[in-house]
């Protein structure tokens, strides 16, 4: 999961994933990341951390982190947030194959349409919890494509 700070919205689709993971009982691992280097090593913005808190999901242990090249060869699928993480991923990639795993998170919903998760960082608590709301939606949505494949 893929955001710019890695405060916001990536952390909280590695809890809302992290945590169907476990409801579904999935052989898989999640992790997110992101490009500004200002937060490294920073906990999850205290708004994300309050509505997840809200919601079941604590992600107060999360740390920001950068993307990294080895990321490619790490995880089988990237989900990226908008257009600006895309082509920040894409900016790493040294070959084609490697994009063939990146894709817009809300494409699970709305297959080819490339639409942003709203980056909810300098609004109000109503944008984290629109930003929660989609994203437990696509993770829901990613959590049973992968069921489906593991059976």
Known sequence: MVCLGNICRSPMAEGLMQAKIQKYRLRAEVDSAGFESFHTGDAPDYRAQQVMQQHGIDISRQRSRLFRKSDFETFDRIYVMDSGN???VRSMAD????????????????????????????????GFETTYKLLDAATEQIAK????TEN
């Not at 494509?145 to 489906?148: F, I, V």
């Open 86 to 88: 895309y082509s920040d």
């Open 95 to 126: 070959h084609a194959g490697q994009m063939q795993k990146v894709d817009f998170i809300l494409n699970v919903l709305h297959p080819g349409s490339n639409k942003a998760v709203p980056d909810p960082y300098y609004g109000g608590k109503e």
């Open 145 to 148: 494509q992968l069921t489906n």
